[in-house]
C-alpha cells in the first residue's frame, strides 16, 4: 500500500492463493480463508503464493478516497525496504506518475510516432495481442513448415505487409518505428514484408527498404535496446511459393496491403471490417438482441461466504460391491484436491473433476487437446460447459457443480469405471447426469435425464458450449474453421494447420434426444466472445448469434428448448465426437444421433466388467477388493496405456521404460496387450544398440537418449511374457 489520503482502518495480507481464492472459487467472491502460521508467527505460502493485500477504509458521506497499490522488487532485502518507504509518501507516487507520462512522450518522440499514430498503434497491439475475428478467403490446409526456410519461426504474432511500390514506404516506415516501441513493452512479433516489385537489375524497392530498415535501427538504437524479440523479414514475392504464400496469409494475425494508406487508415478500416462479425448474426436480421443474459460465474459458487470460515474436505470411499468412489459435495463441502476419473478408449478420452470440469483429446493427450487441459487444483477452470436452464425463470438447473444454479444444492458423485455420474435434486427437478466414452469410437457422451416432480411444466433449455483447441496449446485455436451441419443438430470446428500431424482433424459438439421438430431450430454459434461480458466472466445470452467461419475464437456451442410436463422425465445427450476428417466426422455425427446411448454406456461397462473380472482378490478388507479388483488394473490401462494423461500432467507420449512396466501388469489377464507394447518397443531401436527414450505419435518425435535402463526393460518384458505364456 504506497499512499492513500483516506483513514485506514486495518490492513491484511494473504500470500497463499488457495487460502485467498478456496477451492473452485473465483476472484470475484474469494473465500478468504485462514492461513496457517509458522513459529514465528509469519503466514506459511503453501505451494501457490500470492501477493495479496486488503484494505478496510473509513470514508465519509460524500467523499472521494484514492488508494495507490505498487509492487517494487530489488534483488537483496536491504535496498528494496528504503524504496518501498519512499512511496509511502504521496510526492514520490505524483512525481513517478509525471516521469511515466514524460518518458513515454519522450520515447515517443524518438520513434517520430505522433498521438494519431501512437492510438492505432494501441489498436493495433490488441490485434497482437488478443484472438481478434479475421475474414480469410483461403480455407485450405495450413503448414506451419512452409515457413521455416525463412526463419519465421510462427511462434509470435505477424504483422504481414503487401507492397508493390514506394507509395508504400511510409506504411514499412511507422510497422518499423512500432517495433521498438512493442518490444519496450514486452510484445513481440514478427514484421514480414512480401516485395511483389517487379525484377530489375535494380529493384529500387528493394534496396529502399533495406535501407529505412537501417536507418530507423541507427535512429532508435540509443534509446531503445535492442530487441531480439522482434523479427524483420523481407520476401520476394516472387520467390515465395503459393503453400509458403498461403501459411503466411493464414498465420499472420493481420494482413497490411501497403497502398499509400496511413497506419491510422488502415487500422479504422480493420475496425470496420471486424464489427459486423462480432454484432451481425448470420440470418435473416430479424433476431432479436442477445440480452438478457445469465452469469454462470455468479452461480458457481454459495452465496457469500463468510471470511474465516475455511470449506469442509469432503472424503469419499469406495462401494465395495461395485467399486465406485462416491462422495458428496456442495458450496461449503469440497474434496481437499480436484479428484478426476479418467475415461478413455484406445484412440480417444477425457477427464472428469468432481465439478464436472475436465478436457478431451483425441489420439494424443497432449499434442491434440480437443478443448484445453488445466492443471489448476484450486480453481479448476471450466473449457467445457453442459447446461439446463429454466427458460421461465432463467435460472441455471445444476447438472453439475461446475454449473450449479443454487449454492446450497449437494451432488453425489459417482465415479465408476468409464464413466461418473452427478446426481443431485432441486426445485422438485431431479438430475442425473452420466459421462462416459464409447467402447470403440471417438464419442464423449454426456447423458442426461430429468425428472419434473413439480406441479407444473417447465420450459427447458438444454445448452453446451466446449472452447476448441485442436492442438497442444491455445495459440493453435487460430487455425480452427467452424461451421454448422446442414441438418444437424452439431457445430464443428477443424484444425487447418497440419504440421503436428492433425491437419484436417475435425471434433464436433452435438445435442441429441430432443423431441421431434425441435432438433432443426436448434441455436448455434461457433464464436466464443459471445459468452463472455465486459468484466471476462462467462454469461449465458438468450440467443446465440449463429456465427462461423475463419479466424475466430473458435468455440462450439448449441442448444435446443424443450417443455417436460409435471410428473414427466426425459432424456437427452450432448455429444462430443471426433474424427480424422470433415467428411468422417459429419458421418459420425449423424449416425450418433440414431444410437441407443443406454445400449452404448451398458457396453462400455460391460467391457470393464469383463477385463477387471478377469482377476479377483478376496481378503478381509472389502475395500482393499474394490480397489485391487477394480482400480488398479483400470487405472493402468486407461491412465498409463491409452491416455498417459492425469490432472496434474498431459503427456500424451510413449515412454520406451513407461509403457513397458505398465503393459507387465497384464501378462496373467491380457497378454495380448503385453505382446502388442513389446512390437511397440522393439520398433523404437537404433542400430548401435540405444532406444528412443520417448515419443510422440503420430509422427514420432521425441528424444533419444542414452539412459542405460531403458536397455533393460525390453528384455525383462519379453522374459516376463515368455514366462506367463508358456
Not at 257 to 284: F, I, K, M, N, Y
Not at 413 to 432: D, I, N, P, W
Request: net charge neutral; glycine share 10%; with cysteine.
Amino acid at each position: 500500500l504506497a499512499a492513500t489520503d483516506a483513514h485506514v482502518v486495518a490492513v491484511d495480507c494473504m500470500t497463499d492463493r488457495r487460502a485467498f481464492v478456496g477451492r473452485n472459487g473465483t476472484l470475484a467472491t474469494p473465500r478468504l480463508d485462514p492461513q496457517p502460521l509458522d513459529a514465528a508467527g509469519a503466514p506459511v505460502n503453501g505451494l501457490d503464493p500470492i501477493a495479496c493485500l486488503r484494505v478496510t477504509l473509513r470514508i465519509p458521506p460524500g467523499a472521494t478516497a484514492r488508494v495507490t497499490f505498487a509492487i517494487a522488487a530489488d534483488e537483496n532485502v536491504e535496498a528494496l525496504i528504503p524504496r518501498i518507504d519512499r512511496y509511502l509518501q504521496p510526492m514520490h507516487v505524483e512525481r513517478a506518475m509525471r516521469m511515466a507520462a514524460t518518458l513515454a512522450q519522450v520515447r515517443l518522440r524518438d520513434l517520430s510516432i505522433d498521438p494519431a499514430k501512437n492510438f492505432a498503434l494501441q489498436d493495433l497491439t490488441t490485434i497482437l495481442t488478443y484472438t481478434t475475428p479475421r475474414v480469410m478467403s483461403d480455407r485450405g490446409p495450413i503448414d506451419l513448415r512452409h515457413i521455416w526456410r525463412f526463419g519465421i519461426s510462427g511462434d509470435k504474432p505477424i504483422v504481414l505487409v503487401h507492397i508493390h511500390s514506394v507509395g508504400g514506404m511510409g506504411l514499412i516506415d511507422t510497422l518499423l518505428r512500432a517495433q521498438p516501441w512493442w518490444g519496450f513493452g514486452g510484445v513481440a512479433c514478427d514484421l514480414v514484408v512480401l516485395n511483389a516489385e517487379p525484377g530489375s537489375y535494380l529493384m529500387p524497392l528493394q534496396r529502399g527498404i533495406e535501407a529505412l530498415r537501417s536507418r530507423v535501427a541507427h535512429e532508435t538504437q540509443n534509446s531503445f535496446p535492442r530487441n531480439d524479440a522482434a523479427g524483420f523479414y523481407l520476401l520476394r514475392d516472387a520467390e515465395v511459393v503459393p503453400a509458403e504464400r498461403a501459411a503466411l496469409s493464414s498465420l499472420a494475425r493481420v494482413v497490411f496491403s501497403a497502398d499509400g494508406r496511413t497506419l491510422e487508415a488502415q487500422v479504422a478500416a480493420l475496425r470496420e471490417a471486424a464489427t459486423p462479425a462480432l454484432a451481425a448474426p448470420a440470418g435473416d436480421g430479424d433476431d432479436a438482441p442477445m440480452e438478457p443474459r445469465t452469469p454462470l460465474a455468479a452461480t458457481r459458487v454459495a452465496p457469500a461466504p463468510v471470511a474465516g470460515q475455511p470449506a469442509v474436505a469432503v472424503h469419499g470411499g469406495f462401494d465395495a460391491a461395485s467399486g465406485e468412489f462416491r462422495f458428496e459435495v456442495d458450496a461449503a463441502r469440497r474434496t481437499p484436491k480436484p479428484w478426476v476419473n479418467v475415461i478413455a478408449n484406445a484412440s480417444f478420452g477425457f477427464q472428469v473433476s468432481e465439478t464436472g470440469t475436465g478436457y478431451t483429446w483425441a489420439a494424443n493427450s497432449r499434442m491434440h487437446q480437443l478443448t484445453p487441459w488445466s492443471n489448476d487444483p484450486v480453481q479448476d477452470p471450466a473449457f467445457e460447459h453442459y447446461l439446463l436452464q429454466d427458460v421461465d425463470t432463467r435460472r441455471l438447473l445444476p447438472l453439475t457443480p461446475a454449473s450449479r444454479g443454487d449454492g446450497d444444492v449437494a451432488h453425489r458423485v459417482r465415479h465408476g469405471q468409464g464413466y461418473s455420474v452427478f446426481e443431485c435434486a432441486t426445485g422438485g427437478m431431479t438430475l442425473e447426469t452420466t459421462f462416459f466414452a464409447d467402447r470403440d469410437e471417438r464419442m464423449k457422451l454426456v447423458r442426461v435425464r430429468v425428472r419434473n416432480g413439480g406441479a407444473r411444466r417447465r420450459r427447458l433449455r438444454a445448452l453446451a458450449l466446449v472452447e476448441w483447441q485442436l492442438g497442444a496449446a491455445r495459440g493453435e485455436r487460430r487455425t480452427v474453421h467452424t461451421w454448422k451441419g446442414d441438418d444437424l443438430p452439431a457445430v464443428f470446428g477443424q484444425q487447418r494447420e497440419c504440421s503436428g500431424g492433425f491437419g484436417g482433424s475435425t471434433a464436433f459438439l452435438a445435442l441429441a434426444g430432443l423431441p421431434a421438430g425441435v432438433a432443426d431450430a436448434v441455436q448455434w454459434t461457433c464464436e466464443r466472445s459471445e459468452f463472455f461480458a465486459g468484466r471476462g466472466g462467462v454469461e449465458i445470452p438468450d440467443l446465440l448469434g449463429r456465427r462461423a467461419g475463419h479466424g475466430l475464437d473458435a468455440c462450439g456451442a448449441i442448444d435446443g428448448e424443450f417443455f417436460l410436463e409435471a410428473g414427466a422425465s426425459t432424456q437427452l445427450c450432448f455429444m462430443l465426437g471426433h474424427a480424422p476428417d470433415a467428411e468422417a466426422a459429419v458421418a459420425l455425427a449423424r449416425r450418433w444421433q440414431r444410437q441407443d446411448v443406454d445400449a452404448a454406456l451398458a457396453r462400455s461397462r460391460g467391457f470393464w466388467d469383463e477385463l477387471l473380472g478377469r482377476q479377483q482378490v478376496r481378503t478381509p478388507d472389502p475395500l482393499f477388493d474394490a480397489l485391487v479388483n477394480r482400480w488398479l488394473m483400470y487405472q493402468t490401462l486407461v491412465c498409463r496405456l491409452w491416455s498417459k494423461a492425469g490432472f496434474y500432467q498431459a503427456g500424451g507420449a510413449f515412454g520406451f521404460r513407461d509403457q513397458l512396466q505398465d503393459a507387465m501388469a497384464f501378462a496373467l489377464t491380457d497378454p495380448d496387450r503385453l505382446r502388442e507394447q513389446i512390437l511397440v518397443n522393439a520398433a523404437r531401436q537404433f542400430p548401435e544398440g540405444d532406444v528412443q527414450h520417448w515419443w510422440h505419435m503420430p509422427g514420432g518425435a521425441g528424444v533419444r537418449t542414452h539412459f542405460s535402463d531403458d536397455l533393460l526393460w525390453l528384455p525383462c518384458a519379453i522374459s516376463h511374457y515368455a514366462e506367463v505364456t508358456g
